[in-house]
């Protein structure tokens, strides 16, 4: 697909991709995010069209949390609505974000993120606006540079209509929302094609209507508030694969590669080694070391190119027994486990600067397991099956009872 390019700073080519699938923009400056909101304005003074065939009715209110409530009304009557904001500003939306989520009304936030003003006020800095919104039900996506707004911005607008959930949209504030490059611009029809009119069909018909009244803002006692809550996981459940769906998509047009996790390394690694070393704070453990790698054979043996090994002295030391190149990789069960092991993972690093480290979270079935909560499960003669894999459960339930 040929592409034009032009000169643009991040908040332009947000303004941009974000105005061709905006009916109505409820909008108040605050920096770094205002010239989002201004070029939209403009844009839409001077009559141009979004991908619906009309301009943009820009609605410019007297704070932060007017422009959000702008935005949740508008949604509500079925007007797709976007806003722009930052810091403090964004904080001041919160209220407003958590009744957009919970009515899973598909707004899309675009925020060059800024430090939240502390004991000072400050224009650059951070992303705490953006971590300070991670509760309110908000999906999030991120961009590194300019040409990936321009690039990966439709996804947050086409994933929340056909997912049923806002997003917020953001990057650094200054650095990328202020930072001019050369970049290669969508062409409006492109954007057009990659929009499915069936979702937004959809959202308008379960507009605000006297015609088709709905229930909304009712209030629930917590045996139906809770499951109503319960009930949403489902969106949220398969809203990744909307994301990647509309990635792919982009892809095809572009001839990029993003997606929800791109692989850096080696492209030629080939075979996992899992390394099962001492333990020198554990004294007395449920299996020896041997022990230990003949369970990890049974369970990980069926497949080819998994293999066990053990190593008595430092980890950063093993994997310099591999010539062609190692990488660590650990799992995080809790946020509690990242501080430890990204200490660890630095201390390798500088035993081995040619070593990187990376991290995996667990599944969230998995978060809660841990071998002494095992040790005390099989102790109880607890059913095992939805913890331990099966090969090995008679092996930890004997060992269980004789240390009992």
């Keep these: 697909m040929a592409r034009k390019f032009k000169s643009m700073d991040g908040n332009e080519a947000a303004a941009y991709v974000s105005y061709a699938y905006t009916e109505v923009a409820g909008i108040y400056p605050i920096t770094p995010s205002s010239p989002m909101a201004d070029h939209v304005d403009q844009w839409a003074a001077q009559g141009r069209k979004n991908i619906f065939g009309t301009p943009v009715k820009v609605v410019e209110m007297e704070s932060e949390a007017g422009a959000a409530g702008t935005v949740h009304g508008s949604l509500g009557a079925g007007a797709l609505t976007t806003t722009y904001t930052a810091s403090q500003g964004l904080l001041l939306m919160i209220p407003n974000m958590y009744k957009i989520a919970g009515e899973q009304l598909p707004g899309v936030f675009h925020v060059s993120a800024r430090c939240v003003a502390s004991h000072a006020l400050n224009i650059f800095g951070d992303h705490s606006d953006i971590m300070a919104c991670r509760q309110t039900g908000f999906a999030m996506l991120a961009e590194g540079n300019v040409q990936e707004v321009m690039d990966l911005s439709p996804v947050a607008h086409l994933a929340a209509i056909e997912g049923k959930t806002p997003f917020l949209n953001f990057f650094d504030g200054f650095r990328t929302s202020h930072e001019i490059q050369k970049v290669a611009m969508w062409d409006y029809k492109d954007l057009a094609e990659m929009c499915d009119m069936d979702a937004v069909q959809a959202f308008r018909d379960h507009a605000l209507n006297p015609e088709h009244p709905h229930t909304r803002g009712s209030h629930e006692n917590g045996d139906i508030f809770f499951q109503n809550r319960e009930a949403c996981n489902k ?39 899992v390394c099962i070393m001492p333990n020198a704070g554990k004294l007395h453990p449920m299996f020896t070391r041997e022990e230990r790698v003949a369970l990890a054979h049974r369970v990980i043996g069926r497949f080819p190119n998994v293999a066990v090994d053990t190593f008595d002295g430092l980890l950063a030391e093993y994997a310099k027994t591999f010539p062609e190149g190692a990488v660590i990789v650990k799992g995080l069960r809790a946020n509690t486990d990242f501080e430890n092991e990204f200490q660890m993972a630095l201390i390798n690093k500088k035993i081995n600067p040619e070593l990187d480290t990376m991290f995996l979270t667990a599944s969230q079935k998995y978060t809660f397991l841990s071998s002494s909560v095992v040790k005390e499960l099989a102790g109880y003669g607890a059913d095992l099956t939805p913890f331990v894999p099966c090969e090995i459960i008679e092996d930890v339930r004997a060992r269980a009872m004789r240390s009992e």
């Design 235 to 273: 969106v949220y459940d398969e809203l990744p694969a909307v994301v990647e769906g509309y990635m792919k998509k982009i892809n095809e047009k572009l001839g990029t590669d993003y997606g929800l996790f791109n692989y850096y390394g080696a492209p030629d690694a080939d075979r996992v080694v």
